[in-house]
T-cell receptor
Framework: KNEVEQSPQNLTAQEGEFITINCSYS?????LHWLQQHPGGGIVSLFM???GKKKHGRLIATINIQEKHSSLHITASHPRDSAVYIC????????????FGQGTRLTINP | DTEVTQTPKHLVMGMTNKKSLKCEQH?????MYWYKQKAKKPPELMFV???????INESVPSRFSPECPNSSLLNLHLHALQPEDSALYLC???????????????FGPGTRLTVT
């Protein structure tokens, strides 16, 4: 079992739909990152969380430390949101290292 | 300037060639990272430099040789690679981790390497 599990692995939705991507982890963490990667491209950091909730535009990220669970929500989804979304955690001991989930491939159809 | 640049964008090399990948940032970050990413997989950490010193080597084969000549530059020297080394190589940078304080990593666009 991976230390970081994401669901779903693939998600296809229509433009305008509300999107939720989930991330569960099994280790103690100091921070959790949500990253976005467009096809063939580099990675953009969307959020870094250690507690609570953060919002940036149409994106919302939440984390529940007790349940070892985080969600990324996209409101009013748009085709340009189509990308791979990766959850990564920073452990308590190995603070310089990120442990990555397998990613969720999101496709938003017009 | 929150940009990490990488050159070249694409590289094709034979198994006997020697080549280098270059990464540069001007954000004043003192931690720099090399990742390898295969298709449809998450990035795998290869090396971490902290204050220009190698702090993490994830048991990477010696045909990959990192170098951090100054606080803005990170190189990855490649020699005698195998076809299975073909991948996207990503560089990232961040502030150095301090106890209780964590920083975001900024990623470059990557170098797509093909070994023939």
């Amino acid at each position: 079992k991976n230390e970081v599990e994401q669901s779903p692995q693939n998600l296809t939705a229509q433009e305008g739909e509300f999107i939720t991507i989930n991330c569960s982890y099994s280790v103690g963490i100091s921070a959790l990152h949500w990253l976005q990667q467009h096809p063939g491209g580099g990675i953009v950091s969307l959020f870094m969380l250690s507690s609570g909730k953060k919002k940036h535009g149409r994106l919302i990220a939440t984390i529940n430390i007790q349940e070892k669970h985080s969600s990324l929500h996209i409101t009013a989804s748009h085709p340009r949101d189509s990308a791979v979304y990766i959850c990564a955690v920073r452990g308590i001991q190995g603070a310089q290292k990120l442990v990555f989930g397998q990613g969720t491939r999101l496709t938003i159809n017009p | 300037d929150t940009e990490v640049t990488q050159t070249p964008k694409h590289l094709v090399m034979g198994m006997t060639n020697k080549k280098s990948l270059k990464c540069e940032q001007h954000m004043g970050h003192r931690a720099m990272y090399w990742y390898k990413q295969k298709a449809k997989k998450p990035p795998e950490l290869m090396f971490v430099y902290s204050y220009e010193k190698l702090s993490i080597n994830e048991s990477v084969p010696s045909r990959f040789s990192p170098e951090c000549p100054n606080s803005s530059l990170l190189n990855l020297h490649l020699h005698a690679l195998q076809p299975e080394d073909s991948a996207l190589y990503l560089c990232a940078s961040s502030q150095v981790w301090l106890a209780g304080v964590y920083y975001e990593q900024y990623f470059g666009p990557g170098t797509r390497l093909t070994v023939t």
